[in-house]
């Protein structure tokens, strides 16, 4: 039991706690410095002392210092103060000076590797660009409007104006503030303004426009900007990782349609709102998923909207709340160990109401003559300070609002030549995108909704666009026709859905984002309804073939390599669509056998190794007549699960299917028992393999299958009250087999791991492991 235990805190020490090794070798790709956002406070002037903070991959540097000239070369020593993801936080103290002006660069070191960290990048040597602080230019203030000590910094980008005004609650809407040119930028201090009042921005003799960088607009007061204070916000999770990409069970979400109706946790306005959200994180908690997918929360015209309408790419819809109720959501959700990812729609703006259209009195943020898209006008993505105010809203969303990853919208329109004759730039800023994502946010995930399966779209930028995963057409193509044409009656094809179960063009299944049905396909405005209703359209839409069909094309996707999604409501058979109607929260009741079967089905993917996105399947038996599919998901833990998907409205009593080991098996899951709101037909329980030859395996079984059977069997099912301890197989016993199981679970921080469930994963999980592992099995 020692040589066990020293073994186990050596193995988890060396692969969970050292992301990188301090070996004389700076790793560049770990660095950033993103000025405003890391800096306290964030445009400090006149003098006044400041902290710098910087990040590095966890255990790489020895040593770091800021390097700053205030007309005499200063240092100030760098510590680590915090960790989050893969990433150590640095931060050094800059005492106050009496100049109005100074520079500062990092130093960073390893060993004997020293390095430096200016604007233009990491560099050998210090000679080269320097950060700035400059209280006349203010040209380290970001663009919108910066509280200060004393006042609020205006910037705007405004190329070809000649002059600019900012007024609002402070001045009584007065020009007493005009704004001086720096660059392309107009610039001013304002003493006395603060946050929450309301300003524009005043170009030439007559034209008024709402801040391009507000992070809030008041739409029912001309689209005045909000001053916002982003550091007013107590965060209750500090340090939130989300779960790796492969582990993710993602719920897609739509805030305004996603409270209030027949709810149990009280009445919502309509729409619901970010706190409403916030309040129901348990809902999501207890269903088990990890990752939610925010339908785009950009603010839109009028308070209703699917959210593929934005405005801006900077501020958040004003109608579902304010900027600390956005934060609140993404805190109770993090508390849940649930990370958040946004849909942003980068490829075009709303016609209506598009303040950024011809901006400053010239047409500085779209092209020009114009370029359209099926849904508005392309952004100038040629533009170098385009493609900034973009990528800015990355640091705005990923770091003050501790977003987890993004979802991209139509990316095919903004990178397609058959597109747009614009698709060299939609891939440049696509790539900077990614790249700033991968260096100052490489715990978080990004989606491209596109279609074409290829491995260019997830590829490195150095040959592809960056991305993490993009959808997986083949498979929604599959899934969807073989669960429609039983539904409609037609002909479900077997061998398609083999085939797109079995590859992803070459992509590891972790850059495979698969789903049955999510917005798109249940849209009233697109003239799409849900599953269920059309295979039931006598509401509440839950008859044995639209329960039995829905479950089923979920579970396929939940069980099959890739990382899965499903939308709002599903976990219920919600029959209505979303946007106009919210989903009802009466069926969580009529229907908790449904939400029982999704609950399970989650906690069994998102904690077994086996079941992971990368790990391996085997689709050994096809049965294109029976319109049956099964295949086994295996993992390094050892574990084996065969899925079963039954596509027929055929019950079969006596089926008899291979299987890939011999010895106990047990049925886990099946869409038509009791306790799911079924029938109860099926086999259940425990069953030993018979050692006879079929499909390819020296072992078979006789199983009952139901009609829209969806069943998921295990070999050497879990034992009840057997030890914590016991992670690999053969089950009821313990031997180093499952102290290496757990080293890779604690590793990988895959919950299961995390055996105080307190969240995090530390050497309390060690401790207690032990202690159960030294407790035995029954």
């Known amino acids: 039991m020692r040589s066990y235990s020293a073994l186990l805190l050596a193995s988890i020490t060396a692969s969970q706690l050292c992301a990188a090794t301090q070996d004389n070798i700076v790793e560049w790709d770990g660095l950033s410095h993103a000025q405003s956002y890391d800096r306290t406070p964030r445009v400090p002037i006149n003098g006044e002392a400041f902290t710098v903070r910087f990040q590095s991959y966890k255990d790489d540097l020895t040593n770091a210092q800021v390097l700053w000239d205030d007309g005499s070369t200063q240092s100030s020593p760098a510590s680590i ?20 002006a100074m520079t500062y660069t990092i130093e960073i070191q390893d060993g004997s590797d020293t390095d430096y960290l200016g604007p233009d990048g990491v560099r050998d040597d210090q000679v080269g660009a320097a950060f700035v602080i400059d209280s006349t230019t203010f040209e380290h203030a970001p663009r919108g409007a910066t509280p200060v000590t004393g006042g609020v910094v205006f910037k705007v980008w405004s190329p070809n104006q000649a002059t600019c005004r900012v007024r609002g609650e402070f001045n009584d809407w007065s020009l007493l503030n005009p704004m001086s040119r720096v660059g392309e930028d107009f610039v001013a201090f304002v003493p006395g303004a603060q946050a929450g009042q309301m300003y524009k921005y005043f170009f030439g003799t007559s034209t008024w426009k709402p801040d391009a960088n507000a992070q809030l607009l008041v739409p029912s007061d001309n689209y005045n900007s909000l001053i916002i204070d982003q550091d007013s916000y107590v965060w209750n999770t ?21 409270a209030g109706r027949n709810d149990p946790m009280g009445s919502a306005p309509n729409p619901s709102r970010y706190i409403d959200v916030a309040a129901r994180a348990d809902h999501l908690a207890d269903l088990g998923v990890n990752a939610v997918m925010l339908n785009p929360i950009n603010e839109f015209p009028g308070s209703h909207s699917g959210g593929y309408n934005p405005i801006s790419s900077h501020a958040i819809e004003s109608a ?70 973009f990528l800015d809203s990355i640091n705005l969303f990923m770091g003050d609002y501790r977003l987890d990853g993004y979802r991209v919208d139509a990316v095919m329109s903004m990178v397609d030549s058959g597109w747009t004759p614009q698709y060299l730039a939609g891939q440049v800023i696509m790539r900077g995108m990614n790249d700033l994502i991968d260096q100052r946010y490489a715990d978080k995930h990004t989606i491209a909704e596109k279609y074409d399966d290829d491995t260019w779209t997830v590829g490195d930028t150095s040959f592809g666009i960056g991305f993490d995963a993009q959808y997986h057409n083949a498979y929604k193509d599959s899934i969807r026709g073989a669960i429609f044409a039983e539904g409609l009656g037609g002909n479900p094809n077997m061998g398609s859905l083999a085939a797109a179960l079995d590859g992803t063009n070459g992509a590891t299944a972790d850059k495979a984002f698969n789903y049955f049905e999510l917005h798109d396909d249940a849209w009233p405005l697109n003239n799409h309804e849900r599953a269920v209703r059309q295979f039931d359209p006598v509401l509440p839409s839950n008859n044995d073939e639209a329960r039995g069909l829905q479950t ?48 399970d089905l989650i906690a069994l993917r ?39 998907g039954n596509f027929s409205a055929t019950t079969h009593n006596e089926y008899t299917i291979g299987l890939p080991r011999a010895g106990d098996w047990g049925v886990l899951i099946n869409n038509d028992a009791v306790e799911y709101d079924g029938n109860g037909v ?84 060690i401790s207690e492991y032990l202690s159960v592992y030294g407790a035995g099995c029954p």
């Open 81 to 100: 103060i915090a960790q989050r993801g893969p990433y150590d936080i640095w931060e050094a103290s800059i005492p106050a000076t009496v100049a109005t």
């Open 238 to 258: 500090e340090g939130f990782s989300p779960a790796p990409f492969e582990e993710m069970v993602i719920y897609q979400l739509h805030v305004g349609s996603f």
């Open 320 to 389: 579902l709340g304010d900027v600390d109720d956005f934060k609140a959501m993404v805190d109770a959700l993090h508390e849940r160990g649930i990370a958040v990812l946004l849909d942003i729609v980068w490829n075009h703006f709303d016609g209506n109401e598009n303040y950024l259209w011809n901006y400053d009195g010239s047409q500085i943020y779209f092209d020009n003559p114009v370029v359209d898209t099926p849904w508005g006008a392309q952004h100038d993505y040629n533009t170098p300070e385009v493609r900034e105010y």
């Open 552 to 599: 089923l094309g979920n579970g396929i996707t939940i069980m099959s390599k890739g990382v899965p999604g499903i939308l709002q409501g599903t976990e219920w058979l919600e029959d209505d669509g979303w946007e106009a109607n919210r989903i009802d929260w009466s069926h969580k009741v009529s229907n908790a056998g449904v939400f029982a079967f999704y609950r």
């Open 606 to 644: 998102t904690t077994k190794p086996a079941l992971f996105a990368n790990s391996a399947i085997d689709i050994f038996h096809v049965n294109d007549g029976a319109d049956l599919i099964a295949f086994e998901r295996s993992g390094d833990d050892g574990r084996s699960f065969v899925v079963i």
């Open 682 to 765: 099926g086999t259940s329980g425990t069953f030993q393999s018979e050692p006879t030859p079929r499909d390819g395996f020296s072992q078979q079984t006789t199983l009952q299958i139901p009609a829209y059977g969806f069943m998921v069997l295990q070999h050497n099912p879990e034992l009840p009250g057997c030890s914590a301890a016991d992670f690999a197989e053969p089950l009821g016993t313990l031997n180093f087999l499952d102290i290496s199981a757990f080293i890779a679970a604690f590793s990988s921080q895959n919950p299961s791991a995390d055996l105080t469930e307190d969240g995090s994963f530390n050497f309390l999980d």
